[in-house]
């Protein structure tokens, strides 16, 4: 394994922040959008394109967070081997 590459590409901090934005903050807010769209005059093809971009962001997070979480999960075990 590369001695220059850490165990936990992502750190504390920025991982916990993502997770909440990934988990709760982006799902929220395009609960939101999309509900209130309509009422702000937005067409439903804009309404829709945004609801899915913002999902498609939390998406994006929940897998650089998970791939995170494996990669630290896999370090762990290879530290104790050794």
């Known amino acids: 394994m590369n001695e220059n590459l850490p165990s936990w590409p992502i750190p504390s901090r ?3 922040v993502l997770k909440w934005a990934g988990l709760i903050a ?8 999309g509900t209130c769209a309509g ?16 999902n498609a962001v ?15 999960g896999k ?3 290879d530290a104790d081997e050794g």
């Open 39 to 54: 009422a702000w005059g937005a067409d439903a093809a804009t309404a829709q394109a945004v609801v899915t971009t913002i």
């Open 75 to 77: 370090g762990g075990s």
């Open 58 to 72: 939390g998406t994006f997070i929940g897998v650089a967070i998970g791939a995170s979480q494996l990669k630290a």
């Open 14 to 16: 920025v991982y916990d």
């Open 26 to 33: 982006l799902p929220a807010l395009a609960t939101l959008f």
